[in-house]
T-cell receptor, first 114, second 115 residues
């Protein structure tokens, strides 16, 4: 069975602090895809990143970076120098290579305090 | 190229009424997925459809819920005799093909409130 766990329900940081959002997943598949989505207060889902299970290279995009560790089944997301606009709920998700559905974590609500 | 469209964005129904949620996939996409997000929870898969076919409805409640994706027109998620517990955000996603290689693009969601 597939499962995604985001143990941090809510995080508050002061603007300009760095923050890491944790994501731990479970799957028996050898090929799978991991995602992060942002859901701002307006409610839509904003795609941030997709990573397949064979690509363990960390990725950096501006103030965002992702750390994929297969050994610990984790795909953590770090925001550097956080800004108020980063306040949102962030979801980690997994799909199977042959599957059709996303398995979402329960989300981490991030509040950046000015 | 417009993204996935969902309408209405907000829908209010009284208990016992029917709710119809529409999803127009991105141009060129023939695969549609519906997800439900209950308050304070993550999204849960409901159903996966291709044109005129339901491929996977393992996440659909057994009663009152149905989905279709006709040859022409949008995909429809229909909830009959709504109850308060149906209040949620319903998201539609579409993809060009099957499988995780094909990215799913999400619509803005329909927020259903049952009074």
């Amino acid at each position: 069975a597939q499962k995604v766990t985001q143990a941090q329900t809510e995080i508050s940081v002061v603007e300009k602090e760095d923050v890491t959002l944790d994501c731990v997943y479970e799957t028996r598949d050898t090929t799978y895809y991991l995602f992060w989505y942002k859901q701002p207060p307006s409610g839509e889902l904003v795609f941030l990143i997709r990573r397949n299970s064979f690509d363990e290279q960390n990725e950096i995009s501006g103030r965002y970076s992702w750390n994929f560790q297969k050994s610990t089944s984790s795909f953590n997301f770090t925001i550097t120098a956080s800004q108020v606009v980063d306040s949102a709920v962030y979801f980690c998700a997994l799909t199977r290579n042959t599957g059709n559905q996303f398995y979402f974590g329960t989300g981490t609500s991030l509040t950046v305090i000015p | 190229n417009a993204g996935v469209m969902q309408n209405p964005r907000h829908l209010v129904r009284r208990r016992g009424q029917e709710a119809r949620l529409r999803c127009s996939p991105m141009k060129g996409h023939s695969h549609v997925y519906w997800y439900r997000q209950l308050p304070e929870e993550g999204l849960k898969f409901m159903v996966y459809l291709q044109k005129e076919n339901i491929i996977d409805e393992s996440g659909m409640p057994k009663e009152r819920f149905s989905a279709e994706f006709p040859k022409e027109g949008p995909s429809i998620l229909r909830i009959q005799q709504v109850v308060r517990g149906d209040s949620a955000a319903y998201f539609c996603a579409s993809s060009v093909g099957q499988g995780a290689r094909n990215e799913q693009f999400f619509g803005p969601g329909t927020r259903l409130t049952v009074l």
